[in-house]
């Protein structure tokens, strides 16, 4: 059984950071592409960041230059650290992997971006 587990969200005000944490059991965790994902209320949940095995990255346009995914494979964890945060960027924050064509969420952590 995959259990993913996010932490780290929080209130920020805009221009703040934040670092999210994954963390992942039940799974070689090494071999896989994992991702975070984000859902603002009555939106679609949508990519924001994905890290495949050899560390290759991809960011959603409107994150580049301010986030940076990466993962520790022996600490089976996967981190998001968001910079110069705007209020756009509020939403819940779910970490992914697709293993055997199943898809496996979190429960998700709250972002809120708010003076």
């Known amino acids: 059984q995959v259990r993913l587990v996010e932490s780290g969200g929080g209130l920020v005000q805009p221009g703040g950071s934040l670092r999210l944490s994954c963390a992942a059991s039940?799974?070689?965790?090494?071999?896989?592409?994992l991702a975070w994902y984000r859902q603002a209320p009555e939106d679609q949940r949508v990519l924001v960041a994905r890290i495949n095995m050899t560390g290759s990255t991809e960011y959603a346009d409107s994150v580049k230059g301010r986030f940076t995914i990466s993962r520790n494979n022996a600490w089976m964890r996967l981190y998001l650290q968001m910079n110069s945060l705007k209020p756009e960027d509020t939403a819940r924050y779910y970490c992914?992997?697709?293993?055997?064509?199943?898809?496996?969420w979190g429960q998700g952590t709250q972002v809120t971006v708010s003076s």
């Open positions: 992914h992997v697709k293993r055997g064509g199943v898809d496996w």
């Open positions: 039940g799974i070689n965790f090494g071999i896989y592409a």
